[in-house]
């Protein structure tokens, strides 16, 4: 919320991804923070966040080891998370009626 207090009026979009190695219901410390995450790109949650921000859950994208020991170094794993983060915003740009979309490029129609 501090951030959306700072944007507020602004439009600005908001993606978050989880680090892969948490699993989807995980009742530890990961598990509350992905729950935290899908809650805040919950528009029926977080009403003021309706069209703002979206969630990526990363643990299907994640070939492998931890965010602690950087993925084992799998570029593919930094690559899927980056391209799925990239989809979410560019599906948050298109609910704006002023913004056309291509091949995951995204600009403002003026």
């Given at each position: 919320?501090?951030?959306?207090?700072l944007?507020?009026?602004?439009?600005?979009?908001?993606?978050?991804?989880?680090?892969?190695?948490?699993?989807?219901?995980?009742?530890?410390?990961?598990?509350?923070?992905?729950?935290?995450?899908?809650?805040?790109a919950?528009?029926?949650?977080?009403?003021?966040?309706?069209g703002?921000?979206?969630?990526?859950?990363?643990?299907?994208?994640?070939?492998?080891?931890?965010?602690?020991?950087?993925?084992?170094?799998?570029?593919?794993?930094?690559?899927?998370?980056?391209q799925a983060?990239?989809?979410?915003?560019?599906?948050?740009?298109?609910?704006?009626?002023?913004i056309?979309?291509?091949?995951?490029?995204?600009?403002?129609?003026?």
């Amino acid at each position: 919320r501090s951030i959306h207090r700072l944007t507020e009026g602004r439009g600005d979009k908001f993606g978050t991804a989880s680090l892969g190695q948490t699993v989807n219901g995980s009742k530890d410390g990961g598990g509350v923070i992905l729950d935290a995450m899908f809650d805040v790109a919950n528009a029926e949650k977080y009403p003021e966040f309706k069209g703002n921000v979206a969630a990526v859950y990363s643990h299907p994208l994640s070939m492998g080891s931890s965010s602690g020991a950087h993925y084992g170094g799998n570029a593919e794993t930094y690559m899927n998370i980056g391209q799925a983060m990239g989809d979410a915003m560019v599906q948050l740009m298109k609910a704006d009626n002023n913004i056309e979309t291509s091949h995951s490029k995204a600009r403002k129609v003026d």
